[in-house]
DNA sequence: TTGAAAGCGTTACCAG
DNA sequence: CTGGTAACGCTTTCAA
């Protein structure tokens, strides 16, 4: 019983068929009497047995696997990207490959190599090569995850640029802020770099001049803290708001703020980008903007599945939206109102 | 040039050899001579020949993948899980495929499904009922990662219970708090079952009773605040201490409390267990265990790898030991010395 | 409706 | 050293 060493030919022979009906049968392709359906599936039964993955796959071409690469696998982001993710491809019968690269030196041949065992890849944005990409495109289907796409490659991400406007110009004119401060590294990935975009052209729509570098750091809680170091820590003026590429910077910008004995946002007015689920928890709750990471996700693992199916066509692009969460962080009052930027 | 519809067939005619010297020199096995080697190479260099993975695969028995299953995906214990085990599994060659059964219905059978597709899994301790650990073990070689094994599979854990009863004792003994509650689900995970004895130890151990029932929730941020507005909600009075099952918990309890007004360890003294980078970072810092996650699914990966290649052997369980973190929380000073637990 | 046989792409055994 | 050939386990024509 359970034993799955039994093949498709052992059950033919106990059954008294050929393998054509027991694979028939099994897949409940073409027609069988109803004679030999009871005999095959009582010995499909009696012998507990399961059509082999890979000799399946290996007749169908297909592998039934999706792939899924980030560079690391910090915070919630990537969790729920997983999620998302999974919550397609599990439906459809398709297992899920991950490959954190860690941005090592060989991750672009990994991730050629994984190409070669799933039917499509989902690559966050920033994680591999240019070059790589396209070669990866010519392999199998790629989406891009949260970042811009090629010409061969299609991609899905939420509106980053205007959403940080958004923002942004909710400190600058709403509060009217000058200082602010942006931390995140615009080089490390394509969604920092739309948000500095975006942060950046606040200013200029209201003809004011933007600060010309940001404070280039990692995206976990730890660099978070680091920041509010480098900004709070003596030497030179504090800026009146610390603009995070995401909640998770925030958050540690915030603990390190208050730890300093800062009152947040009286002293210092700090925001987030996410939405995670301690951005509405903590103290004072954090102004952010929420994006549909699992969403996000899910969409990707929708196109692949769909390029499978219909290869040859190169779907579009999608652009999901996202909502600005006003909440204490930025100096409102409790209870303000929220608004989202729109399609 | 990179297309990968090259079979070694192809190759073979390409380069005037047969499929068999193809395969020798591709993989480096066998005897070939000079000449054909040069021959061979040019023409797999040329076609941008790669071997199909599913071929190999059929043809070794071998999928060259390991699964890896949990409940859910949250937190930084379930990444650091991931990368732990991506560590091993990566420089094997082996490919890793995840699964969130989310305690789904049919989770046991996805489980099993997976398990058709791969060389071992990992499996996250309560994610699966026992009678499907069993079936699993005996198709693939099986260990269960932070939980107990059975008789045919080992497990991979920390020293839950001896940890927390030195957390505990801590409180008890060094700080003569005597009104603690314990934050958890022992039913939802054999890590939090052997923590909760490990607490109720402590009691013992000092011919104290120890509380009947742990404040039962789970294991995110959001439950920690959850248990916080329960706790410190104004009926009943509040507790000397609150023993949390993991850092999240606890850190949603200090949000919770420090939004309150009331002051840690002054007022309320808060503990964890994990060690998340997050525990050293908030203030006060959090008193914990740090427990070893990476190694441990590094451990595990390892195990799972050692028992594809030697079939038949039931390799023993790991223990792995944990260190207990004392920081600000509980009530020491800053700069208290810390202890290990002990192998 | 059924079965024989030809793949799918690779490796490995066995002669030569 | 080299090549022919038989697996590996399944699906799918193509005839009967």
Redesign the pocket.
Known sequence: MGNS????????RLA?????????V??G?????E???RRVLEAIEKYG????????A????RHGALGLVFPGLSGPYFTELIQGFESEAVPARASVHILCTHLREDSDDQVLEMARRVDGVAVVGGTISEPTLLRLAETVPVVVLAGRGLETVPAVSVDNAPAMTTLTRHLLVDHGLRDLVFVGNPDGSPDVSERWAGFQNAYHELDLAPPTEPLRLAMQQHDGVLAAERLLGGDGPAPQAVVCANDELALGVLVGALGRGLRVPEDLVITGFDDAPMAALVSPPLTTVRQPVRELAAEAARLILNAVDAPGVAPDGIVLPTEFVVRRSCGCPAGSPTGGTGK
Request: glycine letters at 8%; charged letters at 25%.
């Open positions: 060493r039994v093949t498709v030919r052992e059950i033919a008294g068929v050929s393998v054509a009906t027991v694979s028939r099994s897949n392709t073409g027609q069988v009497s004679e030999m359906r047995y399961r059509p082999d993955h890979l000799g399946r290996l007749a169908a071409r």
